[in-house]
C-alpha cells in the first residue's frame, strides 16, 4: 500500500512525502486539500515525495483549482524530475507554477 503525506511546516508552507499515486493520492484529495486553505500563499515542497505518476499531477491540478477558488496563490518547489516530466509532456508545468 502506498502511503503519502501533507505536512504542515507552518505559515502557508507544507510538505507532502511519500509516493503519490493512484493509492494514495484519493486520501490527500479528502483530506488535506482542505486544511491547506487559509493563507494567501501557499507552498508545498516536493523534496520528500519518493515517487510520482499521473495521479499525483492531477493531486496538484486540484490543489491549484482549489487554492483558486479560495483566492489564495499556490507555488510547487522541489518537484521530482519525474513529476515534472509527466507534467511538460501535458503541458502543465507552466500552469502549475512548478519550481
Given at each position: 500500500?502506498?502511503?503519502?503525506?501533507?505536512?504542515?511546516?507552518?505559515?502557508?508552507?507544507?510538505?507532502?512525502?511519500?509516493?503519490?499515486?493512484?493509492?494514495?493520492?484519493?486520501?490527500?484529495?479528502?483530506?488535506?486539500?482542505?486544511?491547506m486553505l487559509g493563507k494567501d500563499r501557499l507552498e508545498v515542497d516536493l523534496k520528500a515525495v519518493t515517487r510520482a505518476d499521473s495521479a499525483g499531477l492531477a493531486l496538484l491540478v486540484e490543489w491549484l483549482r482549489e487554492?483558486?477558488?479560495?483566492?489564495?496563490?499556490?507555488?510547487?518547489?522541489?518537484?521530482?524530475?519525474?513529476?515534472?516530466?509527466?507534467?511538460?509532456v501535458c503541458g502543465l508545468d507552466e500552469i502549475l507554477s512548478l519550481a
Open positions: 500500500m502506498s502511503v503519502a503525506a501533507l505536512v504542515d511546516s507552518g505559515a502557508g508552507s507544507w510538505l507532502l512525502q511519500g509516493e503519490l499515486d493512484f493509492e494514495s493520492v484519493p486520501a490527500l484529495l479528502r483530506h488535506a486539500g482542505a486544511r487554492s483558486e477558488t479560495a483566492g489564495n496563490e499556490i507555488v510547487f518547489i522541489n518537484v521530482p524530475p519525474q513529476l515534472l516530466s509527466i507534467a511538460r
